[in-house]
């Protein structure tokens, strides 16, 4: 298991020193939740007017599967008690922090595995795979690279280590395709 760790850790290293300062607020920014809010709207429309009186099933859906994702990634994160790359002091000095206009260091909480991040926004393109994508490859391929972005980010401002992210993938993954693959039954 500290074979796993430190491979990660150097994995992570490598992966933030690639960082651009201009970049940093732009990156910052795709984190924030309300950014996000434009597209959120653009999704609901679409699901409206896709199932109309039906609508209601998958926006449940997707809520529940978000709340339960986000929840079990806090819950894993308080019982494993993994410290954040921003919070480990053997390589504070290694690593890039973002920081911000009032002139602190964006540090995210202190547990960082696995990363909510990471696994609602699995949660979130695998809904707009199953209930909006029609199959459709472009659509498929952006959700997916959306998700990946989401990860991306949090390795670069520094808060998420690569297992972090992939375990929270995985775990958007097992927590919401069995639900979408039911519901998208329903709705149908």
């Known amino acids: 298991m500290e074979t796993i760790i430190t491979l990660d850790q150097q994995f992570f290293l490598f992966l933030n020193s690639k960082h651009v300062q201009w970049l940093d607020p732009i990156i910052y920014l795709l984190t924030q939740t309300w950014f996000w809010i434009p597209l959120y709207g653009i999704i609901l429309y679409f699901i409206i007017r896709k199932f109309k009186k039906m609508s209601l099933i998958p926006i449940v859906a997707l809520l529940v599967a978000i709340l339960v994702s986000d929840q079990t990634c806090n819950i894993i994160k308080r019982t494993t008690e993994r410290p954040r790359p921003s919070r480990e002091i053997t390589i504070q000095d290694q690593i890039h922090l973002y920081q911000k206009s009032d ?61 972090d992210v992939l375990s929270g993938f995985t775990l958007g993954f097992i927590l919401a395709y069995p639900l979408f693959r039911f519901v998208e039954k329903w709705v149908q």
């Open 103 to 163: 002139g602190t260091f964006y540090k995210g909480g202190v547990f960082g595995y696995p990363s909510a991040h990471a696994a609602n926004s699995m949660v979130f393109a695998l809904f707009i795979i199953f209930f909006l994508s029609k199959r459709r490859k472009w659509i498929i391929a952006s959700a997916l690279i959306w998700s990946l972005l989401m990860g991306y980010t949090r390795i670069y401002l520094g808060v998420h280590y690569p297992l």
